[in-house]
């Protein structure tokens, strides 16, 4: 049984070093009053991120763009004179899109200030732009982009479930997921409103340090040998909370913030994840109860395979993530 869990690892472990973090693209089209139009395109474009870009039926982005790096990060930009296509009627179509697993958030600024914000995914890659639209706060699109980045972020979803193996009574689990949200909750506000800056890449490796850090503590209490986060895990999720919402101010900051409504959109994002995280925790528990209930002996004999799966991924990440910017 060993020697099988640890080829399962190994082999576990050659796939986490291909994982990265998801991230949503970016496409921002700007009516401007003199009768121009601004396109912007931001995507990821570390190795293994899927290939995509923005298509329009009137040829706009055909044409050589500008382009600019930051990071991981490629931005292109474009400009239509006047005497274009009309706006409203253009079909803007992601090319790619539908072989990856990234969502596009579409933000149309007209000319007469109103905006249009929608979200295209890979099973509905293009839209057709309607007219001038109310302005105001997408809902339903900040709220999606929060949920499904967090399920998306396969390293901010195994330090979830190391939590919920490292805890041992429900109202202590409540107390250490409760202390997780509010830390990355703040972090997450403060990164995004400028207050704080902190480079992406050593935040990730060290997000990916702290999994590492739950496994080998999920051991350690297995062991009969609890350490700080065994005893004390509410005091460790907050502390390490506060780095995982620097990673998810990261996400954010790909697709940016409607002017005028950073507030809101920030508190439809951040409740889109807290919405993701808990069900997530559901189904764990849910899962977990029924392994415990129909195959207990089982469960019993495999109970040190997850956090040596979790520990294993992450350890991979740390060496890919520093490797990165070093």
């Given at each position: 049984m060993r020697r099988l869990v640890t080829t399962l690892l190994l082999l576990s472990g050659?796939?986490?070093a291909q994982a990265h973090d998801v991230r949503p693209a970016y496409l921002e089209i700007t009516e401007q009053p003199q009768g121009d139009i601004a396109i912007v395109w931001k995507t990821t474009v570390a190795p293994g991120a899927a290939v995509i870009a923005p298509h329009f039926s009137t040829?706009?982005?055909?044409?050589?763009a500008s382009i600019a790096h930051g990071g991981d990060a490629l931005v292109k930009t474009w400009r239509v004179p006047p005497k274009h296509a009309p706006l409203a009627g253009?079909?803007?179509?992601?090319?790619?899109?539908?072989?990856?697993?990234?969502d596009v958030l579409l933000r149309v600024v007209f000319a007469d200030g109103s905006e249009l914000t929608r979200v295209l995914k890979p099973s509905d890659p293009s839209l057709k732009l309607p007219g001038a639209a109310q302005a105001g706060v997408p809902v339903r699109e900040y709220l999606q982009l929060g949920f499904t980045h967090i399920w998306s972020g396969i390293d901010h979803l195994m330090y979830v479930l190391g939590l919920v193996l490292l805890v041992r009574?429900?109202?202590?689990?409540?107390?250490?997921?409760?202390?997780?949200t509010i830390a990355h909750s703040v972090s997450l506000a403060l990164a995004s409103l400028g207050y704080i800056h902190?480079?992406?890449?050593?935040?990730?490796?060290?997000?990916?340090?702290?999994?590492?850090?739950?496994?080998?503590?999920?051991l350690r209490a297995r062991e009969g040998k609890p350490g700080l986060a065994a005893r004390a895990p509410w005091l460790v999720s907050m502390s390490i909370g506060l780095l995982h919402g620097l990673g998810f101010a990261g996400a954010l900051s790909e697709v940016g913030l409607p002017a005028g409504a950073i507030p809101q959109a920030l508190l439809l994002f951040n409740i889109g994840i807290e919405l993701g995280q808990i069900v997530f925790v559901t189904l764990v528990l849910?899962?977990?109860?029924?392994?415990?209930?129909y195959v207990p002996?089982?469960?019993?004999?495999?109970?040190?395979?997850?956090?040596?799966a979790i520990g294993s991924f992450a350890s991979f990440w740390v060496i890919e993530r520093i490797h990165a910017f070093l």
């Open positions: 050659a796939f986490a040829g706009w982005t055909d044409a050589p253009a079909t803007v179509d992601i090319e790619g899109l539908e072989n990856s697993i990234t009574t429900p109202k202590l689990l409540l107390k250490t997921i409760t202390g997780f902190v480079p992406a890449p050593p935040v990730e490796a060290v997000i990916a340090l702290s999994i590492v850090y739950v496994a080998v503590e999920i849910a899962v977990g109860h029924a392994l415990v209930r002996r089982t469960t019993h004999s495999l109970r040190w395979v997850p956090p040596y």
